[in-house]
T-cell receptor, first 114, second 114 residues
Framework: AQTVTQSQPEMSVQEAETVTLSCTYDTSESDYYLFWYKQPPSRQMILVIRQEAYKQQNATENRFSVNFQKAAKSFSLKISDSQLGDAAMYFCAYKGQGAQKLVFGQGTRLTINP | NAGVTQTPKFQVLKTGQSMTLQCAQDMNHEYMSWYRQDPGMGLRLIHYSVGAGITDQGEVPNGYNVSRSTTEDFPLRLLSAAPSQTSVYFC?????????????FGSGTRLTVV
């Protein structure tokens, strides 16, 4: 079974600085999708960014980018120019090509210091 | 579009009581699922459905029941509530290959069992 591990329960960063959240996963599949979800205090799950495993190019969405290392099974999220609104719980998630279900990591709580 | 609607948003139950968490989507999504979120454990899959009349167990199905009589609705039933079922519950849906682009989540139900 696939597993997703987020080894940083909490992270903090100064406003306007850059922070990287770590995620590793375990799978025997070659085709899959990886996601980062943001959960602010409102509890809503918001998709931040996604990566297709067959694409070598790292995904980027404005200030959010990933470092996808397929061989190492690593999928980190970099947030540039951190803003107060980025404070949230961040979840890494995995989805197999033929599967429907998402497998989530434990989450990382990100605090932004003004 | 309302997206995925969960009711209620908050609920307190006494041990042994039963209740149903409601989930409805208006996007004609085939796939619907229920997750529970606990501190330090991320989101874990309880039950899922790939279409009306089809349901299957996820990672933590014990104590929960589901049915899918229509495409729109996917209720989660707690048969006899236990304190271990205190959690935040999320319903999520997706449509076919669109699942590879992420899921749509409801806003969650915070359940406390005393």
């Amino acid at each position: 079974a696939q597993t997703v591990t987020q080894s940083q329960p909490e992270m903090s960063v100064q406003e306007a600085e850059t922070v990287t959240l770590s995620c590793t996963y375990d799978t025997s599949e070659s085709d899959y999708y990886l996601f980062w979800y943001k959960q602010p205090p409102s509890r809503q799950m918001i998709l931040v960014i996604r990566q297709e495993a067959y694409k070598q190019q790292n995904a980027t969405e404005n200030r959010f980018s990933v470092n996808f290392q397929k061989a190492a099974k690593s999928f980190s999220l970099k947030i540039s120019d951190s803003q107060l609104g980025d404070a949230a719980m961040y979840f890494c998630a995995y989805k197999g090509q033929g599967a429907q279900k998402l497998v989530f990591g434990q989450g990382t709580r990100l605090t932004i210091n003004p | 579009n309302a997206g995925v609607t969960q009711t209620p948003k908050f609920q307190v139950l006494k041990t042994g009581q039963s209740m149903t968490l409601q989930c409805a989507q208006d996007m004609n999504h085939e796939y619907m699922s229920w997750y529970r979120q606990d501190p330090g454990m991320g989101l874990r899959l309880i039950h899922y459905s790939v279409g009306a009349g089809i349901t299957d167990q996820g990672e933590v199905p014990n104590g929960y029941n589901v049915s899918r009589s229509t495409t729109e609705d996917f209720p989660l039933r707690l048969l006899s509530a236990a304190p271990s079922q205190t959690s935040v519950y999320f319903c999520a849906s997706s449509y076919g290959d669109r699942a590879n682009y992420g899921y749509t989540f409801g806003s969650g139900t915070r359940l406390t069992v005393v």
